[in-house]
T-cell receptor, first 111, second 114 residues
Framework: KNEVEQSPQNLTAQEGEFITINCSYS?????LHWLQQHPGGGIVSLFM???GKKKHGRLIATINIQEKHSSLHITASHPRDSAVYIC?????????????FGEGTQLTVNP | DSGVTQTPKHLITATGQRVTLRCSPR?????VYWYQQSLDQGLQFLIQ???????AKGNILERFSAQQFPDLHSELNLSSLELGDSALYFC?????????????FGPGTRLTVL
């Protein structure tokens, strides 16, 4: 079993829909990261969370430390949100600051 | 633009060859991480350097080596290349390499081994 599990693997939505991507992890962590990978391959850091909730524009990330679960929400989705969204964790006792990644969620938003 | 640069962007080479990938971290960042993204294994951590010293090692093959220079740029050397080494190689940097530090990714180097 992977240390970081994401669901769903693939998600297709219509423009304007509210989107949720989930991430569960099985190890102790210091931080959880949400990353976006564009079709061209580049990776952008969206959020780093240790607790609670963060919001940036139409993106919201939450984390529940007790349940070892995080969600990434996109409100009023747009075709330009189409990308792979990757959950990663860092700061475990043996893993230090390296990132351990989930398999990613491929999001397609249709106009 | 993350401020992390990687060269070259694309590299095509043959089996058995040796290549060097280069990474310059964001100004002021002391820690550099190398990650490999392949179709079958996803994103995996290879190695981390902090202020010139190796800090952590992941799933890095013995044929691969890395170093970080006094000006903080880093190089990843891949030798005796095999077809399975074809992948996207990312470097990322962070300020101090502690456990809860945001990492900023370079654009990646796409390596194709023929």
């Amino acid at each position: 079993k992977n240390e970081v599990e994401q669901s769903p693997q693939n998600l297709t939505a219509q423009e304007g829909e509210f989107i949720t991507i989930n991430c569960s992890y099985s190890v102790g962590i210091s931080a959880l990261h949400w990353l976006q990978q564009h079709p061209g391959g580049g990776i952008v850091s969206l959020f780093m969370l240790s607790s609670g909730k963060k919001k940036h524009g139409r993106l919201i990330a939450t984390i529940n430390i007790q349940e070892k679960h995080s969600s990434l929400h996109i409100t009023a989705s747009h075709p330009r949100d189409s990308a792979v969204y990757i959950c990663a964790v860092s700061g475990g006792e043996t893993s230090g600051s390296r990132l351990t990644f989930g398999e990613g969620t491929q999001l397609t938003v249709n106009p | 633009d993350s401020g992390v640069t990687q060269t070259p962007k694309h590299l095509i080479t043959a089996t058995g060859q040796r290549v060097t990938l280069r990474c310059s971290p964001r100004s002021g960042d002391l820690s550099v991480y190398w990650y490999q993204q392949s179709l079958d294994q996803g994103l995996q951590f290879l190695i981390q350097y902090y202020n010139g010293e190796e800090r952590a090692k992941g799933n890095i093959l013995e044929r691969f080596s890395a170093q970080q220079f006094p000006d903080l740029h880093s190089e990843l050397n891949l030798s005796s290349l095999e077809l399975g080494d074809s992948a996207l190689y990312f470097c990322a940097s962070s300020t101090d390499g502690t456990r809860a530090n945001e990492q900023f990714f370079g654009p990646g180097t796409r390596l194709t081994v023929l």
